[in-house]
């Protein structure tokens, strides 16, 4: 895909041409326009063939979905992520991280080869077709009114079976992009943890959809994976009360949201994870749009 002219640039007419000239230039627009989305399509097969099966944890509807947002997001933002080695392939986890616009859970788990499980308000699970689908990619309902020890005994349940499960504790999206103080909701499901916690910051998210938006804006957005915290750690820490706990895991998302969102900016050029992505021509889509920036 390098090389490849952006799809703005390929739809670029001149104001003023000879009318041969103009249906001549709408043909030829028409046509690499169809080139363009067929090798994308092709490259999204091909990739999505080569899957490795994982019954468990993975399904037809959420192998489709992740082929599909990686499609779109390849046609609107320049992503880029850093640490996804730093996620245990052999074991479930919990991942925390700032929360900067609807778009997270999707940039989370877009790279990773297996699902993340998201907690949504039950409400929405009562929508046709929307309820089921968020069924079959993994996303858990959960009462916000009357959360309590059967939701923290299902998110443990999953960990243990390998599965990653995803919680923003600050609890709403950010208006400025700066991360919020914690809720304590979830000390209790972290003192029940025995999986590695991954602090994963966000940058880009809130001005590539801030919040009240309707539409993507062609942003750079980029997602830090941090070192994981053992669960010994953690129990540590717990002992020395909640805030202490609160404390230390908030400055360790606000390292990786700092990084990441220096990075969407422009400030800092860490090494990323492309050397990882130089075989997978379906994760190859998300890199195009920045070979040509």
């Given amino acids: ?75 609107w933002l320049r992503y880029r992520s850093k640490g996804r080695d730093n996620l245990r392939a052999d074991e479930g986890g919990l991942v925390l991280a700032n929360h900067q616009s609807f778009l997270d859970p999707l940039l989370i788990g877009l790279p990773l080869s297996r699902p993340v499980s998201f907690l949504a308000r039950d409400s929405l699970f009562r929508i046709p077709l929307l ?56 000390v209790a499901l972290l003192k029940r943890c025995d999986q590695p916690v991954y602090p994963i910051g966000i940058g880009g998210a809130n001005r590539a959809m801030p919040k009240g938006a309707w539409f993507l804006r062609p942003r750079q957005v980029c997602v830090v994976y941090g070192e994981p915290i053992d669960p010994e750690e953690l129990q540590a820490l717990a002992k020395q009360g909640r805030s202490a706990l609160l404390e230390f895991i908030r400055n360790r998302v606000v390292e990786c949201a700092d990084e990441a969102d220096a990075w969407a900016l422009g400030e800092c050029d860490p090494h990323d994870d492309a050397a990882a992505d130089e075989g997978d021509p379906y994760f190859g889509l998300l890199r195009s749009t920045d070979d040509v920036a």
């Fill in 131 to 186: 309820g089921p689908f968020l069924r079959a990619t993994f996303v858990l309902p959960v009462n916000r009114d009357a959360a309590g020890s059967d939701s923290i005994r299902e998110l443990v349940t999953r960990m243990k079976h390998g599965f990653l499960v995803g919680i923003f504790p600050e609890g709403t999206r950010t208006t400025d992009g700066a991360v919020a103080d914690f809720k304590p909701g979830f």
């Fill in 1 to 75: 895909m390098r090389g490849e002219r952006p799809l703005a640039a390929t739809l670029a007419i001149p104001r003023r041409e000879a009318s041969g000239n103009f249906c001549q230039r709408r043909i030829v627009t028409a046509v690499a326009v169809r080139c363009n989305l067929r090798r994308r399509l092709a490259a999204g097969i091909v990739s999505l063939m080569k899957e490795p099966t994982v019954p468990s944890r993975r399904n037809a509807p959420w192998l489709l979905s992740q082929w599909l947002l990686r499609i779109i997001f390849s046609l």
